[in-house]
Nanobody
Framework: QVQLVESGGGLVQPGGSLRLSCAASGSIFSINAMAWYRQAPGKQRELIAG???????VYADSVKGRFAISRDNAKSTVYLQMNSLKSEDTAVYYC???????WGSGHWGQGTQVTVSS
């Protein structure tokens, strides 16, 4: 059974940084693509970053140049480094293990809250 456990969320001031982690179990992590989504109050869940098994990445325009997704296959963990955070980055962030490259399909973590506020 696949389990995804996110950590690293919290309260940060505008301009600050956070690193989210998602630890995966129950599947062969190295062959899976992984992604980060977020959902702000009153908005739809959106894809913000994805990484393939080969390390290719995709980003939403809103986070390009500020966020970086990476993976450590030895630890079965995917990371999201978030820099230059803005108030509009406030959301619940979810880890996703898609079926193939069908982002948003498959399995989800429970989410971690990120709040950007002074």
């Amino acid at each position: 059974q696949v389990q995804l456990v996110e950590s690293g969320g919290g309260l940060v001031q505008p301009g600050g940084s956070l690193r989210l982690s998602c630890a995966a179990s129950g599947s062969i992590f190295s062959i899976n693509a992984m992604a980060w989504y977020r959902q702000a109050p009153g908005k739809q869940r959106e894809l913000i970053a994805g990484i393939t098994s080969g390390g290719s990445t995709v980003y939403a325009d809103s986070v390009k140049g500020r966020f970086a997704i990476s993976r450590d296959n030895a630890k079965s963990t995917v990371y999201l480094q978030m820099n230059s955070l803005k108030s509009e980055d406030t959301a619940v962030y979810y880890c996703n293990k898609p079926v193939g490259l069908a982002w948003g399909s498959g399995h989800w973590g429970q989410g971690t809250q990120v709040t950007v506020s002074s």
